[in-house]
Nanobody, 125 residues
């Protein structure tokens, strides 16, 4: 069993930066695919970014060039650096971990086995 705990959310103005962290338990963290998703009120959960165990990354078009996902296997932590934040980035952000090996980063929620509780990010205009 893997437990994920997000932190780093908050209220910021448009154009600001935030860095989310997600700490994971478990011995096989380094082999898991990791991802960030977000869900705004009244909307479905959407993919934000993902990273394979090899370090290969993938991003949603809406955040490409502004957000960076990274992982530190020694600390069992995955990060999401968010720059140039926009009001439309406002959402609850969730990290996720998936056990199954894939040849590309996991971009669909059903590919993930474990989820954090979420952290709120609010961007004011």
């Amino acid at each position: 069993q893997v437990q994920l705990v997000e932190s780093g959310g908050g209220l910021v103005q448009a154009g600001a930066s935030l860095k989310l962290s997600c700490a994971a338990s478990g011995r096989t963290f380094s082999t898991y695919g990791l991802g960030w998703f977000r869900q705004a009120p009244g909307k479905e959960r959407e993919f934000v970014a993902a990273v394979r165990g090899s370090g290969t990354t993938s991003y949603a078009d809406s955040v490409k060039g502004r957000f960076t996902i990274s992982r530190d296997n020694a600390k069992n932590t995955v990060y999401l650096q968010m720059n140039s934040l926009k009001p439309e980035d406002t959402a609850v952000y969730y990290c996720a971990a998936g056990r199954r090996y894939t040849t590309s980063p996991k971009t669909r929620p059903e590919e993930y086995d474990y989820w954090g509780q979420g952290t709120q990010v609010t961007v004011s205009s």
